[in-house]
């Protein structure tokens, strides 16, 4: 199994610009989880989704982050507009029923905003 | 509500040496318990987990953590310390059946010196 596949693996841009983020989970693997890891907060949940629906978004930031998961194998997490402090790196880990509770993650998206 | 709290964003050991990495949790209900490792550039890799078997849990590279419910701790250790084990080291809680939502405590940057 190839894991957890995100992309990119790093991201630059300007303040204002749109950003998505793409993941594709472990085939099979029916919990998909978005973090955020920064120097300042450390590993923080965005969201997270059950069979590709969103079960708990209290972590997204504002309004200006979104996630969808349109089916099993594809989760997108966009901000628009970016700013500077969205730079952080932003994971996808999933997992399923049968990995007792464990999560897998993948590589992470080194986001730049500047 | 679960949380996590690691004792020492730094912890620095000789080659050698006992590893000894500090987690305290709090939780409403039962917990599982988990130490994740992340290496430079990397996602985070299971170390070991705690789902209400044994106590004393076994995880990779050497590294052990016992849960002791009447200390509200999961503390991480390992014998002897290896140039290898520098990393960052997360502990984290989820709840039974909460779709294996994952809080990660701030993480403890581990130094290994010849």
């Known amino acids: 199994d190839a894991g957890v596949i995100q992309s990119p693996r790093h991201e630059v841009t300007e303040m204002g610009q749109e950003v998505t983020l793409r993941c594709k989970p472990i085939?099979?693997?029916?919990?998909l989880f978005w973090y955020r890891q920064t120097m300042m907060r450390g590993l923080e949940l965005l969201i997270y989704f059950n069979n590709n629906v969103p079960i708990d978004d209290s972590g997204m930031p504002e309004d200006r982050f979104s996630a969808k998961m349109p089916n099993a194998s594809f989760s997108t997490l966009k901000i628009q507009p970016s700013e500077p402090r969205d730079s952080a790196v932003y994971f996808c880990?999933?997992?399923?029923?049968?990995?007792?509770?464990?999560?897998?993650f993948g590589s992470g998206t080194q986001l730049s905003v500047l | 509500a679960q949380s996590v709290t690691q004792l020492g964003s730094h912890v620095s050991v000789s080659e050698g040496a006992l590893v000894l990495l500090r987690c305290n949790y709090s939780?409403?209900?039962?917990?599982?318990l988990f130490w994740y490792v992340q290496y430079p550039n990397q996602g985070l890799q299971l170390l070991l987990k705690?789902?209400?078997?044994?106590?004393l849990v076994k995880g990779i590279n050497g590294f052990e953590a016992e849960f002791k419910k009447s200390e509200t701790s999961f503390h991480l250790t390992k014998p002897s310390a290896h140039m290898s084990d520098a990393a960052e080291y997360f502990c984290?809680?989820?709840?039974?059946?909460?779709?294996?939502?994952?809080?990660f405590g701030a993480g403890t940057r581990l130094a290994v010196h010849p």
């Open positions: 880990a999933s997992s399923s029923p049968g990995t007792d509770e464990k999560l897998f």
């Open positions: 705690y789902t209400s078997a044994a106590t």
């Open positions: 085939s099979g693997h029916n919990s």
């Open positions: 984290a809680v989820s709840a039974f059946g909460g779709y294996n939502k994952l809080i």
């Open positions: 939780s409403s209900v039962p917990p599982y």
